[in-house]
């Protein structure tokens, strides 16, 4: 069992920065693919950002590409987004997921779920 747990969210004004953080507990951290999804009420969860498990590689949705940046510290077993030039749009409760290894990044595909933290964006 891995537990997931995501802090740093908050309300910021568009144009702004937060910094989101997510830390396991349980099995080894390393051995996870990790990355963040985000959901707005009645749209299903959509794929933010990834990082392989030595954080050597990562892929971004086309909406944030550019503005976030995915990283993780394997020796703190913790995963970071970092997420610049905010929008409104960007506005939902990320989540923290937690896969192994060659499974599609897809909502199915996750073996572990933080429990979400709300990010929100003021025009």
């Known amino acids: 069992q891995v537990q997931l747990v995501e802090s740093g969210g908050g309300l910021v004004q568009a144009g702004g920065s937060l910094r989101l953080s997510c830390t396991a507990s349980?099995?080894?951290?390393?051995?996870?693919?990790m990355g963040w999804f985000r959901q707005t009420p009645g749209k299903e969860r959509e794929f933010v950002s990834a990082?392989?498990?030595?954080?050597?590689?990562?892929s971004y949705a086309d909406s944030v590409k550019g503005r976030f940046t995915i990283s993780r510290d394997n020796a703190k077993s913790t995963v970071y987004l970092q997420m610049n030039s905010l929008k409104p749009e960007d506005t939902a409760v990320y989540y923290c997921?937690?896969?192994?290894?060659?499974?599609?990044?897809?909502?199915?595909?996750?073996?572990?779920w933080g429990q979400g933290t709300q990010v929100t964006v003021s025009s």
């Open positions: 990082i392989t498990r030595s954080g050597s590689s990562t």
């Open positions: 997921a937690a896969k192994t290894y060659g499974s599609p990044w897809a909502p199915s595909s996750i073996d572990y």
């Open positions: 349980g099995r080894t951290f390393s051995t996870y693919a």
